[in-house]
């Protein structure tokens, strides 16, 4: 079975552009959740989707959006990128089922703003 | 909201020795604890975890214990491997999966030989 699948790896982009990020969750699996990861902040929950609604959302500015499509891919788009903005960006698919907790991590996408 | 507090940042142990990692949580609707191992310039990986109607649970050398009236929640790893070394992560959220997770600013545990 085929993991979470970030793309892509590895990312540079210039202040004020626009950057989207694509998760492809574990085969069946209907929730998807993004993650900012920096040395001093830790991991913060960005938004969850599930079956393209978005269920719950942390506390990032509205730069940060996403989406998630039928087949349960999401992506997330940050606009107007600030230095600030350089992490590690982490999706997780979870089944989402009754009594079934656990969740799956990808590689994540680093993006560094200049 | 949900704040988490792990101690400590960094924690060193001979090889063969327990380690220990300890969480604090402020929301007491929070009711799923999970715990993640993170190797450098790896994904996070799920080791362990545990809902708020269980005290304990064990996993070979892992185990977590939850205290829910003190809102803390400790990692304890036995008879300590040089491929423990890592940083754990604990996490507490509300429903399960990877959903809403609020993370501990994380451990780096090394393991001398």
């Known amino acids: 079975k085929a993991g979470v699948t970030q793309t892509p790896r590895y990312l540079i982009k210039t202040r004020g552009q626009q950057v989207t990020l694509s998760c492809s969750p574990i085969?069946?699996?209907?929730?998807v959740s993004w993650y900012q990861q920096t040395p001093g902040q830790g991991l913060q929950f960005l938004f969850e989707?599930?079956?393209?609604?978005?269920?719950n959302k942390g506390n990032f500015p509205g730069r940060f959006s996403g989406r998630q499509f039928s087949n349960s891919r999401s992506e997330m788009n940050v606009s107007t990128l600030e230095l600030g903005d350089s992490a590690l960006y982490l999706c997780?698919?979870?089944?989402?089922?009754?009594?079934?907790?656990?969740?799956?991590f990808g590689q994540g996408t680093r993006l560094t703003v200049v | 909201g949900e704040n988490v507090e792990q101690h400590p940042s960094t924690l060193s142990v001979q090889e063969g020795d327990s380690a220990v990692i300890k969480c604090t949580y402020s929301?007491?609707?929070?009711?799923?604890f999970p715990w993640y191992k993170q190797e450098l310039g790896k994904r996070p990986q799920l080791i362990i975890d545990?809902?708020?109607?269980?005290g304990e649970k064990k996993d070979q050398r892992i185990a977590v214990t939850l205290n829910k009236t003190a809102k803390h929640f400790s990692l304890h790893i036995t008879e300590t491997q040089p491929e423990d070394s890592a940083v754990y992560f604990c996490?507490?959220?509300?429903?399960?999966?990877?959903?809403?997770?609020?993370f501990g600013k994380g451990t780096h545990l090394i393991i001398q030989p």
């Open positions: 929301d007491s609707a929070s009711n799923y």
């Open positions: 997780a698919s979870s089944l989402n089922s009754i009594g079934v907790t656990e969740a799956f």
């Open positions: 085969s069946g699996h209907r929730s």
């Open positions: 545990i809902r708020s109607n269980v």
């Open positions: 989707y599930f079956s393209e609604t978005q269920r």
């Open positions: 996490a507490a959220s509300i429903g399960g999966g990877a959903d809403g997770l609020t």
